[in-house]
């Protein structure tokens, strides 16, 4: 089974100031992992996916997560924050064999103080 | 190209009252998905149907709940009759054909439950 931790339901930063987003995975085989950005009243946009190529994975609005084996671990980050970047943040796996089926972390609110 | 379209975009009834939900997924996407999404929670799958069939609706509360894509295209989920712990938003997603595609959402339907 599959599963995702996002420690910290709501972290703040400053704009400008690095964002680092914590995401922790459980999983029997060896997962897929996404990030997907919320905007308030949106269903979720994709911002990046890990699917066993490169570790390090780029995604939109320059925002990057590192998928560490040894550490279990798919943190999101952006050198610098912006305020379009408040959001709710949602970390998911899937299993990569059989069909797609995502599971979801609880979401972390991201707050960007001027 | 158009997205995952949902209606209505909010809903408003009483308790034991009927409801229904409808989705238009991307065109030639394959895959549906029905999740609901609690309040400050991340979305959890109720079903996900390949084509017009229901290949994995485990999740979905089979007393109250049912949902159906006839013709493979568009699909709707009903709750009859709604209960207050139903209050939650609903989200569509598609995805085209393959493992390692990417699912789109839709904006969502955000039901409430008095």
């Known amino acids: 089974a599959q599963s995702v931790t996002q420690l910290g339901s709501h972290v703040s930063v400053s704009e400008g100031a690095l964002v680092l987003l914590r995401c922790n995975y459980s999983?029997?085989?060896?997962?897929?992992l996404f990030w997907y950005v919320q905007y308030p009243n949106q269903g979720l946009q994709l911002l990046l996916k890990?699917?066993?190529?490169?570790?390090l994975v780029k995604g939109i609005n320059g925002f990057e997560a590192e998928f560490k084996k040894s550490e279990t671990s798919f943190h999101l980050t952006k050198p610098s924050a912006h305020m379009r970047d408040a959001a709710e943040y949602f970390c998911?796996?899937?299993?990569?064999?059989?069909?797609?089926?995502?599971?979801f972390g609880q979401g972390t609110r991201l707050t960007i103080n001027p | 190209e158009a997205g995952v379209v949902q209606s209505p975009r909010y809903k408003i009834i009483e308790k034991k009252q009927p409801v229904a939900f409808w989705c238009n997924p991307i065109?030639?996407?394959?895959?549906l998905y029905w999740y609901r999404q609690n309040l400050g929670q991340g979305p959890e799958l109720l079903i996900r149907?390949?084509?017009?069939?229901?290949?994995?609706d485990s999740q979905l509360p089979k007393d109250r709940f049912s949902a159906e894509r006839l013709k493979g295209v568009d699909s709707t989920l009903k709750i009859q009759p709604a209960e207050l712990g139903d209050s939650a938003v609903y989200l569509c997603?598609?995805?085209?054909?393959?493992?390692?595609?990417?699912?789109?959402f839709g904006p969502g339907t955000r039901l409430t439950v008095l």
């Open positions: 997603a598609s995805k085209a054909g393959g493992t390692y595609n990417e699912q789109f």
């Open positions: 999983s029997s085989v060896p997962p897929y």
């Open positions: 890990y699917t066993s190529a490169a570790t």
């Open positions: 998911a796996v899937s299993a990569i064999q059989g069909a797609q089926k995502l599971v």
């Open positions: 065109s030639g996407h394959n895959t």
């Open positions: 149907y390949e084509n017009e069939e229901a290949v994995d």
